[in-house]
């Protein structure tokens, strides 16, 4: 059993992720915050948890983690000009300084783990660039840089790595996706003609916590159904 602290662990990929996570006997400690704590079978102990205005109770965790991930994040859609310079501040605060907070925090118990590994979260758009995504791509574009950057300096004792989806269908993108129109509409621009589900990204995101992931580290694995690389 290992033990996993997941940073927004009450819905979408994150809840799948614990969810996965406990169905394979292990301990998850996940926070929450907009969402009610989730309940969940087995080893979970949930607590409130606002990333952008709290310091993290270490005290709670266990002297080991053996993994953690951080899935806060937002969609903010909107035309440059439209977009306040507060605007990206409230992004990166969220996206970045609330990872990097955590990450510090909970370093020295993952430097007690055999191997550890943390799992980050970008975007598509930051490799592939699309309209209205400056505010979204300027942040986990931070985030990319932090995974390698990271990775390099925690090597070999702890593995850190970053998933990059393409639009999921999760609460954080409820607007985007709210009527079958628009799944569609958004389906059809995949390769794959079908829009990611959080079970696909949390599935991508356990892998990379597992020991089957033992040589990946500093990676950007983009799950998108082959948005970033495909032109059919």
Known sequence: MSNYLIIGSSSGIGLALSEGLLSEGHQVYGSYNQSPMPALDGAYTGFRYDVTVDELDVE?????????????????????HRIKPEGF??????????????????????????????????????????????????????????????????????????????????????????????????????????????QDIAQAAQFLLSDKSEWITGQVLHIDGGMSTLKL
Not at 61 to 77: H, K, M, R
Not at 104 to 126: G, Y
Not at 135 to 157: C, D, F, N
């Open 60 to 80: 709670a965790l266990p002297e080991v983690l053996d993994g953690v991930v951080y899935c806060p994040g937002s969609i903010n859609l909107k035309p440059f």
């Open 89 to 198: 501040l409230d992004d990166y605060n969220l996206q970045v300084i609330g990872a990097i907070k955590v990450l510090q925090k909970v370093m020295p118990m993952l430097k007690k783990s055999r191997l550890a590994s943390v799992v980050l979260f970008s975007t598509v758009a930051v490799q592939s660039g699309f309209n209205f995504h400056t505010q979204v791509a300027t942040s986990k574009g931070a985030i990319e840089g932090l995974t390698r950057s990271l990775a390099a300096e925690w090597a070999p004792s702890i593995r850190v790595n970053c998933i990059a989806p393409s639009l999921t269908d999760t609460p954080l993108a409820g607007k985007l996706l709210s009527t079958p129109e628009k799944k569609e509409a958004n389906a059809q621009r995949h390769p794959l003609k079908r829009i990611g589900d959080a």
